[in-house]
Every structure is written in C-alpha cells, then in structure tokens.
C-alpha cells in the first residue's frame, strides 16, 4: 500500500485519516478528532464509501448535534478540496460536511 497525505486507512479496525507522513510514523486523526503518531506498519488499506450527489442516507455520527439520526441529502461532493470529510449533506436547512464514515446508504 502506498500511502499519502489526506488519505484514509485503517488502524486497530478502524477509519482513520492521515494528517501528515513522517520517516517512520504518522500523524492520523480518527473519527473523534483525536490524533496521534503511529507506525506505518500498524496501518492498512481501507475501502471507502462511496455516496453521489443527490443520494439520500442517515447520518449515524454524533459530531453535528443538528444531524443525530436524520435522513439527509448529500449536496456536493468534494474530495480535491477537503478529503476528510467530502460530503456536503442537507436536512432541511442544516447544512454540514461530513465524513464518508458519518453516513450510511439504507437499502429497502
């Protein structure tokens, strides 16, 4: 795996966000916002998900109270500019960036 700058891996079984590649180590930043250094060993390719404009998913996550458990509408998507969190997503007119983490696609 070749990693980079703004990447996403996994660490511990978990998505977490490459802030910045040193020699040896690597600042990540998980879900929470938290970073720390670790070992490029410890970290492993993920799969993202992919979501389109005009999609409607929940948001699961907790960061944006104005969100918690709704049903929103991705609004744009911009990985260029903010590889973090992509995702433009609406309800109603709360409007926020979101991880591709954040939300998930309900199949009926």
Known sequence: MTLK??????????????????????LIRNLKEDTSFVSIAEL????LPQFTKGETVLYTDTYHKNLIGKMV????VNNKDNAYAP???????????????DIVRLNY
Do not use: L
């Not at 700058?5 to 690597?26: A, C, D, G, K, L």
């Not at 995702?87 to 983490?101: L, N, R």
């Open 5 to 26: 700058n703004q990447m996403w891996v996994s660490y511990n079984n978990q998505p977490h966000f490459i802030e910045h590649i040193r020699t040896h180590n690597v």
């Open 87 to 101: 995702y433009q997503v609406a309800c109603g007119s709360d409007v926020e960036y979101v991880t591709p983490f």
């Open 44 to 47: 492993s390719p993920i799969e």
């Open 73 to 76: 509408t991705v609004r744009n």
